[in-house]
């Protein structure tokens, strides 16, 4: 089973930017649909962001015209760009990848956004 992992979270300051990507390891898989997740210290995971197998898009409105997913088939790669960060989006985000009838979970990014 090919294993999606995260990259692209670090340290950032509120109002900053940073782009996260979810990619296929050693292997290559094919998006059916996609999507990303985050989960604060003592919260539940949450949906922040999705795309169906028709391309629509799903966002959370807490991350409604700052966030943006996408993807790239040719690299088997989901794309979460993270803009006007807030103290709010720190967390840890997980990717999700629905390829053919698999459902794949990455491992995780921390991201933190600083005052």
């Known amino acids: 089973q090919v294993q999606p992992v995260e990259s692209g979270g670090g340290l950032v300051q509120a109002g900053g930017s940073l782009r996260l990507s979810c990619a296929a390891s050693?292997?290559?898989?094919?998006?059916?649909?996609g999507a990303w997740y985050r989960q604060a210290p003592g919260k539940q995971r949450e949906l922040v962001a999705s795309f169906s197998t028709d391309g629509s898009t799903n966002y959370a409105d807490s991350v409604k015209g700052r966030f943006t997913i996408s993807r790239d088939n040719a690299k088997s790669t989901v794309y979460l760009q993270m803009n006007s960060l807030k103290l709010e989006d720190t967390a840890v985000y997980y990717c999700r990848v629905f390829s053919g009838f698999q459902n794949l979970w990455g491992q995780g990014t921390q991201v933190t956004v600083s005052s």
């Open positions: 050693g292997s290559t898989f094919s998006i059916n649909a």
